[in-house]
């Protein structure tokens, strides 16, 4: 039985545009895979940041606490 040349044609032009739009998939997805890559490295460096400000801020904290810790010994009138 011979092929049938129409389905033969259909087939071809639908095998083109499944591969065409596999391709396109395929780089899109290369794209989202590096967009992701940056954004795991940014939530790095912000993870980072902020590990830096907390200790600082208890840093500042403490220091607040030592100078508090100071004045409470002190008197605060000028009576003598």
């Known amino acids: 039985m011979p092929e ?3 389905a ?3 087939l071809a032009a639908l095998t083109r545009r499944f591969e065409e ?3 396109k998939h395929d780089r899109e ?3 989202i895979k590096s967009d992701l890559t940056a954004v795991r490295l940014q939530i790095g460096n912000l ?3 902020v590990e830096a400000l907390d ?3 208890d840093r500042n904290q403490a220091q607040i606490i030592e100078l ?3 004045l409470v010994g002190r ?3 000028n009576a003598g």
Do not use: H, M, N, W
């Open 8 to 10: 033969q044609s259909e």
């Open 29 to 31: 997805f290369g794209i």
């Open 55 to 57: 200790k600082k801020i």
């Open 4 to 6: 049938d040349p129409i």
């Open 68 to 70: 508090l810790t100071e």
């Open 47 to 49: 993870d980072q940041k």
């Open 21 to 23: 739009v596999a391709g």
């Open 75 to 77: 008197r605060t009138d």
